[in-house]
């Protein structure tokens, strides 16, 4: 990846850390999941509505690092209007392509955080 490139994506990361997306408690969810992950302190919650098998509503809260953040954000754009089953075959690779920068091994689980939240609520929606 060329340098400039890497800056845009780590400015794109930055950007969905300080205004993420989806980013609020949701009143009345259909159903929640929390996630963490303790070596990092990431700390997130998934609120989903279902209406027709698909989701209606999804939103996250937390806290963590700028990686898990913007992970969140991008995981909760992906499954909106998607059925469990479609939010299922959201690959783990699809997630790390989705952030547009080289995810070490020990931030994996920072970036894949959020769409495990999304994966765990929805299989409390059912």
Do not use: W
Request: glycine fraction near 6%; charged fraction near 25%.
């Amino acid at each position: 990846m060329a340098v400039e490139s890497r800056q845009i994506y780590c400015q794109y990361i930055v950007d969905l850390c300080n205004h993420p997306l989806n980013f609020y408690e949701m009143k009345k969810p259909d159903a929640k999941a929390e996630g963490s992950n303790p070596l990092c302190g990431d700390r997130i919650t998934v609120f989903v509505k279902i209406k027709n098998k698909k989701i209606k509503e999804i939103s996250f809260q937390g806290a963590g690092c700028a990686i898990s953040k913007a992970a969140a954000s991008i995981a909760t754009e992906m499954a909106k209007g998607k059925t469990a089953s479609a939010v299922k075959k959201i690959s783990d690779a699809q997630i790390i392509r989705a952030l547009g920068i080289p995810i070490s091994p020990a931030r994996m689980k920072c970036a894949l955080l959020g769409m495990s939240a999304v994966r765990a609520a929805l299989e409390k929606a059912r």
